[in-house]
């Protein structure tokens, strides 16, 4: 049974920007801490970037430093991953996560978190 639902995903050029959207489906994002990941075909799902629970704290993989931000929104109860300067190294299926987080602490391995969406293909073309 799905928990979060992302959107947002597609095909686009080199250099393009994509805007990638999560919301749960049954509760409240407001005490937890939310992450994007993403596993591109053969390869180990990585951590993308991560938002502390009062959106205070932001955590970003070196690969994603600077064309990434990743963003949340309490009034629409939401949370985004806006991608900047796509390249071809970024076409991955992209999964929005959640955890109750008690502080302002994100985590990067997958084991911390306990919600998952059903992913969103970003595709980079040459």
């Known amino acids: 049974q799905v928990q979060l639902v992302e959107s947002g995903g597609g095909l686009v050029q080199a250099g393009g920007s994509l805007r990638l959207s999560c919301a749960p489906s049954?509760?409240?994002?407001?005490?937890?801490?939310l992450a994007w990941f993403r596993q591109a075909p053969g390869s180990e799902r990585e951590f993308v970037a991560g938002?502390?629970?009062?959106?205070?704290?932001?955590d970003y993989a070196d690969s994603v430093k600077g064309r990434f931000i990743i963003s949340r929104d309490t009034a629409s109860n939401t949370m985004a991953l806006q991608m900047n300067s796509l390249k071809p190294g970024d076409t991955a299926v992209y999964y929005c996560?959640?955890?109750?987080?008690?502080?302002?602490?994100?985590?990067?391995?997958?084991?911390?978190?306990?919600?998952w969406g059903q992913g969103t293909q970003v595709t980079v073309s040459s």
């Open positions: 049954r509760h409240t994002f407001s005490n937890h801490g």
């Open positions: 938002i502390s629970r009062s959106g205070g704290r932001t």
């Open positions: 996560a959640s955890r109750l987080a008690a502080g302002t602490e994100i985590y990067r391995a997958r084991k911390y978190y306990t919600t």
